[in-house]
């Protein structure tokens, strides 16, 4: 069964300091990983994606993750946070022979970043 | 880029009556639509694949005749929540599938919601 942890309820960081919201995922062979971001009463935002290719994936806003296949890990980062970056952080990941196209979601990293 | 116009934003309804959603892509196709349910503070939980002229496919536990979806084009899916409960109330979420996105690739593109408070 695939399956999404996102381990951290919240992650707190100051303005400036570099930020990672961590994801581990688990899934019959090779994943597709998706970063979503959602504000509040918001719907979500898609932030970057790996498919394949180069492990370190860039995406919007500054945004980059970390894809290490012997980890099965696929960690957000930011190299300094902004106070606008407080959202809530969902991982997702569907298996690349998964012909349904679903995306099964972590439950979710609340990031809060102190000016 | 890709939009996906979820209506309406907000809800009200009293308890028994149904209450329509409707979400639509706007700049592309979307052979496959989800439709998931979101509680405060807590993750997206998938309650039916949409496909376009075909039945939906609901998830475990998801009533089929409590939670009526129908994809009758490309471009538009509707979740109809019959005879509402105020357990019912919630934030529903639709995503969209652009149907050019090589299988599996593609991102998944999401309204803004809705939020269901039925009294």
């Known amino acids: 069964a695939q399956s999404v942890a996102q381990p951290e309820d919240q992650v707190n960081v100051a303005e400036g300091n570099p930020l990672t919201v961590k994801c581990t995922y688990s899934v019959s062979g090779n994943p597709y990983l998706f970063w979503y971001v959602q504000y509040p009463n918001r719907g979500l935002q898609f932030l970057l994606k790996?498919?394949?290719?180069?492990?370190l994936v860039k995406g919007s806003y500054g945004f980059e993750a970390e894809f290490n296949k012997s980890q099965t890990s696929f960690h957000l980062k930011k190299p300094s946070a902004l106070v606008s970056d407080s959202a809530l952080y969902f991982c997702?990941?569907?298996?690349?022979?998964?012909?349904?196209?679903?995306?099964?979601f972590g439950s979710g990293t609340r990031l809060l970043v102190r000016p | 880029g890709a939009v996906v116009s979820q209506h309406p934003s907000w809800v009200i309804c009293k308890s028994g009556t149904s209450v329509k959603i409707e979400c639509r892509s706007l700049?592309?196709?979307?052979?496959?639509m989800f439709w998931y349910r979101q509680f405060p503070k807590q993750s997206l939980m998938l309650m039916a694949t949409?496909?376009?002229?075909?039945?939906?496919?609901?998830e475990q536990g998801v009533e089929k005749d409590k939670f009526l979806i129908n994809h009758a084009s490309l471009t538009l899916s509707t979740l109809t929540v019959t005879s509402a409960h105020p357990e019912d109330s919630s934030f529903y979420i639709c995503?969209?599938?652009?149907?050019?996105?090589?299988?599996?690739?593609?991102?998944?593109?999401f309204g803004e919601g809705s939020r269901l408070t039925v009294l």
């Open positions: 790996y498919i394949t290719g180069d492990n």
């Open positions: 949409s496909n376009e002229g075909s039945k939906a496919t609901y």
């Open positions: 995503s969209a599938r652009d149907r050019r996105t090589v299988k599996g690739t593609g991102e998944l593109f």
């Open positions: 700049d592309f196709q979307a052979t496959t």
């Open positions: 997702a990941v569907r298996g690349w022979m998964d012909s349904s196209y679903k995306l099964i």
